[in-house]
């Protein structure tokens, strides 16, 4: 089956795409065709991220795509960015979230907010998967509102001591870094650098997941951590440092669930062409057509919400709030896409021998994790009304 994908473009993007977004889109869909679509329902069975592909998302770019040459990164656009993650969440949101933790979550922040000495000791590593990261924002009383953190670090003359918790962490369980948000003495959030190995950090696995099976998720647990002074990240503190890195990884999903809707849409389409019901295809029924057609529909418009955005992230004009919107539509279109897309196949939308099952399961949480679905809801409308209603 996976070498039968074929992606819908409806409106002609592919015209509005430069050589180079071709060149980098197909070298990912190949890679995914060849590396991810094969294995990954197994993988996600017995609940295990594959450790084997690390290398693969490597050489295609998955790590730091915007991160500059000179450390690691592969210097592409926005757009290059977007369609990565597009093709990678074809084959899995779990391996997407990988490459999302990776490239917005831990090297963005060392890129951006890190001393040029940090820069040069981890980004080339993380960009070749030599080192793997994770991002610790979410704690067991602080998901939606992290501002309210209770993960703390106190002075201790040559180092940090840090204390707390962290859940529900993508990568945690593997991880050689983390890059773990927690406040100071006087309540005001920073960004440290934490290393597998110090002592009374351990990172315990979240298990019975139904959802991201194929992603690793645990937790962060800090009992007493002597963090080197040199593995603050001094550039930026207060809220605004993880949120800027959330900007970053929400544009990347708003993209990636493209690719899962896709996938689910495909699939459909096939299946209804080529499944017989009363004497005729079920593609032929108006029931079934009236599916795939707002399913085509759907995915258009999301294209053209990411593409613009890309375009305004490329100009560095892209809003918070412009982005938040991008992730709420797109990922919602395709957690909806995907419900409808099982029911095409009858029966067999419920089995692994389709990945329309895997694809909704996992959008059960990709709509909730980098915000949820209401957060972003709240964020469009404060800022469309100047009123926030979080509080
Ligand atoms: P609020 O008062 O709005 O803002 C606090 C400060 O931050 C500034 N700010 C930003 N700065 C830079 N970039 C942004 N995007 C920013 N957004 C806000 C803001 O100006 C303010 O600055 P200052 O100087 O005045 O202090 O904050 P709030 O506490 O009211 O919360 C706002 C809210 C609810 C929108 C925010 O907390 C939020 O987005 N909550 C959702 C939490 C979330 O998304 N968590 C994600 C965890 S990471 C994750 O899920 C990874 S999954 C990865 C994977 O597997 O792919
Ligand atoms: P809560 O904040 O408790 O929300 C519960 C419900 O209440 C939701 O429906 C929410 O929309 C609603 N709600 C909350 N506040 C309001 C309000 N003011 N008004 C109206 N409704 C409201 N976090 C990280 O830091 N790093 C990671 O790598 C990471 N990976 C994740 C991987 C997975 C598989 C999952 C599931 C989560 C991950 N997260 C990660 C955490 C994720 O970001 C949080 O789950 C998310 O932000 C929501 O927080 P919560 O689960 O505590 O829900």
Redesign the pocket.
């Known amino acids: 089956r996976p070498d039968l994908f074929e992606a819908p473009d409806y409106y002609n993007l592919d015209d509005l795409l430069s050589e180079e977004h071709l060149l980098v889109r197909d070298a990912a869909r190949q890679w995914v065709k060849r590396d991810i679509s094969p294995i990954i329902e197994e993988y996600a069975q017995k609940a295990e991220f594959p450790t084997q592909i690390i290398k693969g998302l490597a050489e295609i770019g998955a790590f730091g795509p915007y991160i500059p040459e000179e450390y690691g990164g592969a210097g592409l656009d926005q757009i290059s960015y977007g369609l990565i993650m597009q093709e990678i969440e074809r084959g899995d949101s779990g391996v ?3 490459a ?2 990776q490239s917005s ?1 831990v090297m963005y922040p060392i890129f951006a907010y890190g001393t040029e000495e940090q820069r040069k000791k981890y980004l080339p590593k993380l960009a070749t998967g030599e080192l793997m990261g994770c ?1 610790g ?2 704690e067991p009383d602080h ?5 309210g953190m209770v993960t703390n670090f106190k002075d201790k003359g040559d180092h940090f001591l840090l204390n707390g918790a962290k859940l ?1 962490i ?2 945690s369980p593997f991880a050689d870094i983390a890059i773990v948000w927690a406040k100071n003495e006087e309540g005001r959030i920073h960004g440290l650098i934490v290393e597998r190995g110090m002592e009374g950090f351990s990172t315990p696995e979240t298990h019975n997941k139904w959802s ?1 099976r194929a ?1 690793a998720t645990g937790e962060l647990i800090f009992d007493n951590v002597k963090v080197p002074k040199q593995n603050l990240l001094p550039g930026k503190s ?7 890195c ?2 970053s ?2 544009y990347g ?1 708003a993209w990636g669930a493209i690719g899962a809707a896709m996938d689910c849409y495909d699939t459909a389409l096939r299946y209804a062409k080529e499944r017989v019901q009363f004497g005729k295809p079920i593609a032929a029924t108006q029931l079934q057509q009236k599916k795939l057609a707002e399913m085509i529909t759907e995915i258009t418009k999301a294209q053209l919400l990411a593409f613009r955005l890309g375009q305004l992230k490329n100009e560095g004009k892209a809003t ?1 709030a412009q ?1 938040s919107m991008a992730k709420r539509n797109n990922v919602d279109m395709a957690i909806k896409i995907a419900r409808e897309a099982r029911q095409v196949l009858g029966g067999m939308g419920i089995t692994g021998e389709y990945p329309i099952m895997r694809h909704m399961m996992n959008l059960e ?2 709509i909730t ?4 679905h209401d ?1 972003h809801l ?2 469009t409308g ?1 800022d469309i009304t100047g009123h ?1 209603a ?2």
């Open positions: 997407r979230s990988t999302s933790v979550l991002f924002l979410t998901g939606s509102n992290p501002g529900w993508s990568n991201l992603s207060g809220l605004g440092a993880p949120l800027g959330l900007d990884a929400r999903i918070t982005i949480s990709v994790y980098e915000g949820t957060i709240l964020i404060a926030q979080f509080k």
